[in-house]
């Protein structure tokens, strides 16, 4: 929680910054060193590594290992005696490791091959984790590459056949072919809260100064923030800031309680940097021209140029929706189906107990089917009696809101669970559906976040104005989960689709798979009163804003003016209401707020210009090609003109 709440803080600040501190604390084998090191390594590395005498990396993705990384294709390690020292004979080519070109150690992942047998029983092959500091003979880390336009450091880690003895592998040689396990427990954490911590960032932001933007920046005579297609832009970059806050706060829970579950950090990864993508979009096109120009006045535009680092970097998000979350959350979150594969794996000396094994395996597996079928049947009928009969105020009511958005989030689980069984006669074809497997994603994704908003309400639900935009998120992510089960259904693919499809129809009606689709996006009036909340001094906008970071009242900082404006210039549109309704003339004092509000709103809409944007049209006589004729046509006029003065 500590790690995600610093991050995010920094988000709103420099993304470069955030990006530079979020790799120690997370992929850096610093907590696998806390883990799995030897003393000897915990003793020389932590301390350095905790005051800052030793920048860490991680160096895994290759050439032609990305998506599938721990596939270590170009990266091998072979065990082998050299002086009577065991040790291992490495070649690997590492890129996009972020830090490295100033990185003083480096865990490097390589398929380690043991052909003579030297490691004796203690290690094995496989994959397995080196640990390198800069200065190791035959260790190459400089070359950078350049994301976009970020200057986070990130770049190439390569060796040629260098040798490294044991007490270098990370846990030392009975670690040896133990790095999937290491790999999982540090890229969970990473995915799962460091990733996210900057769309929560981007998030609080969109409230905290693009809400101050909307009603500061003035057209037509009347703020921005009074135009349905802001409000619109603003009520879904708040609603999906709640989402990802919401599904940080749920997933920092669960690895405060030293849990690191690969499934669900990779439904943060993916879904909370998909919604940060949306929220600094949303942010971009409501500031429009102030957001597209660059300079310090604009504090929009890094954050735009680093969302395709975040979407794609641990696992880009088209692999991770596609493959990554269902083909490891189907079996790891189905109650029988590993004890129906481990059955099939068990000892075939005594035949008639392996099939009594797997016999009473399937019949679990078939009831919990039958069950699921039960339960979305049921459920979809109750939640659309309740959808249908319930009024537009009624996210007023806080307990019932909570329990009517639980039921929902029910029904929509026993819909997908129905959905995921039937996924199972697809057999081994289905890690080919990526189609349906992202659309299965999409429900899980939106489910489990339901819940997360639901978790956050139900502890912060004395929050003037969480209450709309709770609902506002919830009934974004009911909708979501219906249309991904709806695709489903009318997609499904395989021989027995048309009876998958039918079963899930029947089970849904009338519900989100079957002949109605209960679930409709949030109303206008909601949209316009969270528009309201997070365009003025609120209680739900000091939620979001009070983790930005603002610079002291003495130094130039744009969020900062804003956040400070805002009051004001809400104040001097009060004033400039009541004079208009009065039909009086304004006091002193009113008169004075109203003019600093004008002088706010002229030098908070400013951009920033500059003589030159290359260092070539800073040398002096520079002139602009395109207007290089144009200034020899007034010269030659200059000189005729001198001619004929003179003559």
């Not at 597209?292 to 735009?304: F, K, L, P, V």
């Not at 001097?572 to 509000?597: C, F, G, H, Y």
Request: hydrophobic share 40%.
């Amino acid at each position: 929680a500590a790690v995600s709440a610093v991050l995010a803080k920094l988000a709103t600040h420099c993304t470069d910054a955030n990006a530079t501190v979020a790799v120690p604390n997370s992929l850096g084998p610093g907590e696998l060193l806390a883990r799995y090191g030897t003393p000897d390594q915990k003793g020389y590395f932590l301390p350095r590594l905790a005051d800052g005498t030793l920048i860490p990396c991680f160096g895994l993705t290759g050439a032609h290992s990305g998506s599938d990384a721990t596939s270590l294709i170009g990266s091998y390690g072979t065990v082998e005696e050299r002086g009577g020292v065991l040790g291992v004979k490495a070649t690997f080519k590492k890129r996009y490791i972020t830090l490295a070109p100033v990185a003083g150690v480096v865990g490097i992942g390589i398929d380690l091959k043991d052909p003579d047998g030297l490691l004796k029983g203690e290690g094995d092959e496989g994959f397995t984790v080196l640990l390198l500091e800069r200065d190791h003979p035959g260790l190459r880390m400089g070359p950078r590459h350049i994301p976009l336009n970020n200057a986070f450091m990130n770049g190439t880690v390569e060796g040629e056949d260098v040798w490294i003895p044991m007490e270098s592998i990370l846990g030392g040689q009975e670690r040896c072919g133990f790095g999937w396990h290491m790999f999982v427990e540090c890229l969970a954490e990473g995915r799962g809260v460091s990733l996210p911590a900057s769309s929560i960032g981007a998030g609080r932001t969109l409230v905290a100064a693009v809400g101050a933007y909307a009603r500061v920046r003035k057209q037509f005579k009347t703020p921005i923030a009074n135009f349905g297609g802001i409000q619109e832009a603003l009520a879904d970059g708040a609603s999906d800031g709640l989402i990802c806050m919401a599904g940080g706060d749920l997933m920092n829970a669960i690895v405060d309680n030293h849990e690191a579950p690969m499934v669900i950090s990779s439904i943060m990864k993916q879904n909370c940097t998909q919604r940060g993508r949306q929220i600094v979009e949303k942010g971009m096109d409501i500031a429009a021209g102030s957001a597209i120009c660059r300079g310090d006045m604009n504090y929009m535009a890094q954050g735009y140029m680093s969302l395709p680092v975040a979407v794609t970097v641990e696992g880009a998000n088209i692999m991770t929706r596609s493959f990554q979350i269902i083909g490891q959350g189907l079996t790891r979150c189905h109650p029988h189906m590993l004890e129906l594969i481990y059955s099939l794996q068990a000892d075939k000396k005594d035949e008639e107990e392996a099939v009594k094994k797997f016999g009473k395996q399937f019949g679990k597996v078939v009831g919990h089917g039958v069950e699921n079928f039960a339960l979305s049947l049921s459920r979809g009928f109750m939640s659309y009696l309740q959808t249908s009969f319930r009024g537009e105020a009624s996210y007023k009511d806080k307990d019932a809101m909570i329990g009517h958005h639980e039921d929902q989030l029910k029904r929509l689980s026993a819909n997908f669970a129905l959905t995921a069984d039937l996924c199972f006669t697809l057999g081994g074809s289905l890690k080919f559906e990526e189609l349906l497997m992202g659309r299965l994603s999409d429900a899980m994704g939106s489910i489990f976040l339901g819940y997360a908003v639901l978790h956050h309400y139900h502890n912060n639900k004395h929050i003037e104005g969480l209450d709309a935009l709770t609902e506002h998120a919830l009934l974004r992510l009911e909708c979501e989960a219906q249309h991904a089960l709806y695709e489903a259904k009318i997609n499904f693919p395989g021989k027995l689709g048309g009876v998958a499809s039918f079963v899930m129809g029947a089970a849904g009606c009338p519900g989100s798979m079957g002949w109605t689709r209960p679930y409709t996006m949030p109303k206008d009036f909601l949209t316009k009163k969270i528009s309201d909340y997070v365009t003025k001094p609120s209680m739900l906008r000091d939620h979001f804003s009070a983790d930005v970071y603002q610079a002291p009242p003495n130094k130039k900082h744009q969020i900062s003016d804003l956040m400070r404006a805002l009051p004001i210039c809400v104040k001097a549109d009060d004033i400039a209401a009541d004079l208009r309704r009065s039909k009086r003339e304004a006091t002193a004092d009113e008169q004075k707020t109203m003019d600093e509000a004008e002088r706010l709103r002229d030098l908070l809409i400013q951009v920033d210009v500059f003589d030159a944007a290359t260092a070539e049209e800073a040398e002096p006589g520079y002139v602009r090609p395109a207007i290089q004729g144009t200034a020899e046509m007034l010269a030659k006029a200059d000189a005729k003109n001198f001619q004929e003065a003179t003559a």
